[in-house]
């Protein structure tokens, strides 16, 4: 394959932050936030809990974990922040979604997940048709909290499966076995959790053909309704990274065969109906809808609960964290964040809409009141002519290897934004 670029981004990069620096306000969260929360929410309500515990780190994974929060009290701290939030008029509107990330939510004891989910319906308006979802590992998946997540209204998991190969599991650093990895699968799609979807990892050192095929092969038998797929990144100072270095084996990257491998994964998986949603999140036959990422890019608000949680109310952006005070005795809500023009918001949702493969530069220049097309034309004519993208009837779509570049464009495509905005 010709490379369209010398490096692919295999996630989110930077375009994003810096128009939101570009986006913003001069008024403050405290001026800001007190006649917001006056009010009942407008707009679309989500929720995200954040629970920043593993029970085993990933030999790959780079984040931190905390050492000064108590696992066994972190509950607690959910539950105090859901309390204080819910007293707000703003936070009597019904929540369309709910989410719970990390780490591994499920990294809780039944018991205490069994309470925070308890504490979530008492005080907000959950509504009957709402998406609830966890992440879990296939591990933590018991019986016990399969049975407290359907009873507390989950009815979408996504479980860190990463492999079903045992080598791989076992360079990864997941716990268990294949058997294991494919009975939590099978006994969460049992108990009636049809919207259950897993992880993927592929181009991991020492992956071949035959190993991904065979992952595939049990995807497709399980009938997951999607997975999430990303290509292996190495960061220093992971387990795996120092592994690596000392096998002399960090040269893994050849583009050709990630490109193969990323190829086979659609085609494989399109055999049974699966289709892509976003560029690394694939879904088999419209069952996963991923309700709140799409409310929270749609001009929704995120109401982000728990330490490392980020999200948005209205127009302040904030952060969670344990060593930020909140905004005022009187808004229980964290100051590490800003305050960002109306225009940015439009922005976000014309960036997650090209996550998923479309752009449509005519649609946003009229919403956002500004000339995209002396800023956009010379990139979006030499994606066109390179094969990355086509057009019908001033719509934009990725090709297959577009999709594959995907990051990569967005990213090229934001930045030209920056003078304009």
């Not at 494989?268 to 929270?296: C, H, I, P, Q």
């Not at 302040?316 to 100051?335: G, K």
């Amino acid at each position: 394959m010709t490379m369209a670029y010398s490096n692919r981004y295999r996630s989110h990069h930077d375009g994003a932050k810096a128009l939101k620096q570009k986006c913003g306000a001069s008024e403050s969260g405290e001026e800001y936030l007190p006649p917001i929360l006056a009010e009942r929410a407008k707009t679309p309500l989500v929720i995200y809990l954040h629970v920043p515990f593993c029970n085993k780190v990933c030999s790959f994974c780079p984040f931190h974990r905390p050492d000064t929060l108590d696992r066994r009290e972190y509950h607690r701290v959910l539950i105090d922040k859901i309390e204080a939030l819910a007293k707000y008029p703003y936070m009597k509107a019904p929540v369309d979604a709910v989410n719970f990330g990390g780490g591994t939510p499920t990294a809780l004891s039944f018991r205490q997940m069994d309470d925070v989910l308890s504490a979530l319906h008492r005080n907000f308006d959950i509504r009957d048709d709402a998406e609830i979802s966890v992440e879990t590992s296939a591990t933590e998946l018991s019986d016990d909290m399969l049975r407290v997540l359907k009873a507390g209204g989950v009815n979408r998991l996504s479980i860190g499966v990463q492999s079903f190969d045992d080598e791989a599991r076992r360079l990864l650093g997941r716990r268990g076995g294949r058997e294991r990895a494919i009975d939590a699968v099978e006994r969460a799609l049992d108990a009636g959790i049809v919207n259950t979807g897993i992880d993927l990892i592929y181009n991991y050192p020492g992956q071949t053909k035959e190993r991904l095929l065979s992952d595939l092969a049990i995807i497709r038998r399980l009938g997951v309704a999607g997975l999430s797929f990303y290509s292996l990144v190495l960061h220093e100072k992971t387990p795996l990274y120092r592994k690596l270095a000392a096998d002399g084996k960090l040269d893994y990257a050849d583009l050709d065969r990630e490109y193969d491998f990323y190829r086979t994964i659609l085609e494989e998986l399109g055999k049974s109906g699966f289709a892509m949603l976003e560029l690394t999140k694939l879904v088999r036959n419209n069952l996963d809808r991923y309700r709140y990422m799409e409310l929270r890019h749609s001009g929704g608000s995120c109401i982000a609960v728990g330490q490392g949680a980020g999200g948005n109310i209205e127009n302040y952006y904030y952060h969670n964290s344990a060593h930020t005070p909140p905004v005022s005795d009187q808004i229980a809500v964290s100051s590490k964040g800003r305050v960002v023009l109306p225009v940015f918001r439009t922005l976000d949702a014309f960036f997650y809409e090209m996550q998923k493969g479309t752009i449509r530069p005519a649609f946003y220049a009229e919403k956002l009141e500004r000339d995209l097309q002396t800023p956009f034309a010379p990139v979006l004519g030499r994606l066109a002519g390179e094969g990355l993208i086509y057009s019908q009837n001033d719509v934009y779509f990725f090709t297959e290897k577009g999709s594959f570049w995907g990051n990569n464009i967005i990213d090229e495509l934001i930045r030209s934004l920056l003078p304009v905005v």
